[in-house]
């Protein structure tokens, strides 16, 4: 069973907007970390947040995490074309580094 | 500085036939990973080696068996192929289990027919 649930499934804007996407998970975790996969590619990191921090911060990403609420959100400033993507949350609750994904949000921005 | 690489990138098989799937890193990472990928779904985790010599079972085993040849080497096999395993397939390494962003392969398409 997957841990993560994303929302929305799919996202539509215009350059220059910014995107959030947020996540829910359901037990308690080691830390939650954001995956972006450009179509018919790999998954490639994009920052990772441990149960003890509340924000992050990367270029144009900031991550937040309520443990309290299990969530987090990913907000993207100033979007791109470029960005357009599928974007994963993965939760890391175990000993052994296996991470649970979740379903993904599609992201499309438009010039 | 090639990362993760996995061979082939793609494959139809007939239903019953036997494949391995190939997996290498460069990056000296003690940790690698197996996951598919079905339409609409995020990854899910077949087997993992958290280090060289051992291998454990993730969330969707079964029907598949894995290899950690060395450090660098971790392989995942299909022995008799069938039609629920059509997905892609992805490799991952991290430097330690737990704690530390995975490095992912561009993975292989898999149809099973």
């Known amino acids: 069973s997957q841990q993560g649930e994303e929302d929305p499934q799919a996202l539509s804007i215009q350059e220059g907007e910014n995107a959030t996407m947020n996540c829910s998970y359901k037990t308690s975790i080691n830390n939650l970390q954001w995956y972006r996969q450009n179509s018919g590619r790999g998954l490639v990191h994009l920052i990772l947040i441990r149960s003890n921090e509340r924000e992050k911060h990367s270029g144009r990403l900031r991550v937040t995490l309520d443990t309290s609420k299990k969530s987090s959100s990913l907000l993207i400033t100033a979007s791109r074309a470029a960005d357009t993507a599928s974007y994963f949350c993965?939760?890391?609750?175990?000993?052994?580094?296996?991470?649970?994904f979740g379903q993904g949000t599609e992201l499309s921005v438009k010039p | 500085n090639a990362g993760v690489t996995q061979t082939p990138k793609f494959q139809v098989l007939k239903t019953g036939q036997s494949m391995t799937l190939q997996c290498a890193q460069d990056?000296?990472?003690?940790?690698m990973y197996w996951y598919r990928q079905d339409p609409g779904m995020g990854l899910r985790l077949i087997y993992y080696?958290?280090?060289?010599?051992?291998?454990d079972k993730g969330e969707v085993p079964n029907g598949y068996n894995v290899s950690r040849l060395n450090k660098r080497e971790f392989s995942l096999r299909l022995e008799s192929a069938a039609p629920s395993q059509t997905s892609v397939y992805f490799c991952a390494s991290t430097r330690e289990p737990g704690g530390q962003p995975q490095h992912f392969g561009d993975g292989t398409r898999l149809s099973i027919l």
């Open positions: 080696s958290a280090s060289e010599g051992t291998t």
């Open positions: 990056m000296n990472h003690n940790s």
């Open positions: 993965a939760t890391d609750a175990s000993q052994g580094g296996k991470l649970i």
